[in-house]
T-cell receptor, first 115, second 115 residues
Framework: NAGVTQTPKFQVLKTGQSMTLQCAQD?????MSWYRQDPGMGLRLIHY???????DQGEVPNGYNVSRSTTEDFPLRLLSAAPSQTSVYFC??????????????FGSGTRLTVV | GESVGLHLPTLSVQEGDNSIINCAYS??????FIWYKQESGKGPQFIID?????DKRQGQRVTVLLNKTVKHLSLQIAATQPGDSAVYFC??????????????FGKGTLLTVNP
């Protein structure tokens, strides 16, 4: 049971390049989400998914796309990287219980630098 | 202490002392709260959670107190150890009775334990 696995751990991109950050979980969690974390700030929600085939925008969705074709995977795509997207990205998964979320588990993060 | 939207505060304690980290949450309708610990270079790690129908919950060396009247949450760590040094985040969720699957995070408190 690996939990939430993110790849790559580090990435450097040039402005304008595109790439996909991978996230996979093996806990059969319905809910998955992507956050970014910038220095001195908390985590901000980018996109989330409440199940396969269902995605929605979070607080800071511009410049990012997601899809959820399987329960296990939730990739995050940067369409055209910008220096403002330099950040640490975290994927998380959880399952619904008691009308809300439970068991919220984070991956170890992807540190992205856009030059 | 900590409040969503404020500068990252710091707390420095001596090894063996008790630590209290505070959090003021924003939404009176939030009914599920989580404390996370984040060590340098790692993803947030679940510590303890509490639902709004409780005012206290205890774990191993940690206690979370919830005061809904003033929208305040605190994390108490007993006999603080050097390994407890990290950034601590509180998060709130509007789970009850709806489909809100978002966690809203505070900006964190940096706890430093001096040996």
């Amino acid at each position: 049971n690996a939990g939430v696995t993110q790849t790559p751990k580090f990435q450097v991109l040039k402005t304008g390049q595109s790439m996909t950050l991978q996230c996979a979980q093996d806990m059969n969690h319905e809910y998955m989400s992507w956050y970014r974390q910038d220095p001195g700030m908390g985590l901000r929600l980018i996109h989330y998914s409440v199940g396969a085939g269902i995605t929605d925008q979070g607080e800071v969705p511009n410049g990012y796309n997601v899809s959820r074709s399987t329960t296990e995977d939730f990739p995050l795509r940067l369409l055209s990287a910008a220096p403002s997207q330099t950040s640490v990205y975290f994927c998380a998964s959880s399952y619904p219980a008691f009308g809300g979320l439970y068991g919220y588990t984070f991956g170890s993060g992807t540190r992205l630098t856009v030059v | 202490g900590e409040s969503v939207g404020l500068h990252l505060p710091t707390l420095s304690v001596q090894e063996g002392d008790n630590s209290i980290i505070n959090c003021a949450y924003s939404n009176s309708a939030s009914d599920y709260f989580i404390w996370y610990k984040q060590e340098s270079g790692k993803g947030p790690q679940f510590i303890i959670d509490i639902r709004s129908n409780m005012d206290k919950r205890q774990g191993q060396r940690v206690t979370v107190l919830l005061n809904k009247t003033v929208k305040h949450l605190s994390l108490q760590i007993a006999a603080t150890q050097p390994g407890d040094s990290a950034v601590y985040f509180c998060a709130e969720n509007l789970g009850s009775g709806g489909s809100n699957y978002k966690l809203t995070f505070g900006k964190g408190t940096l706890l430093t334990v001096n040996p």
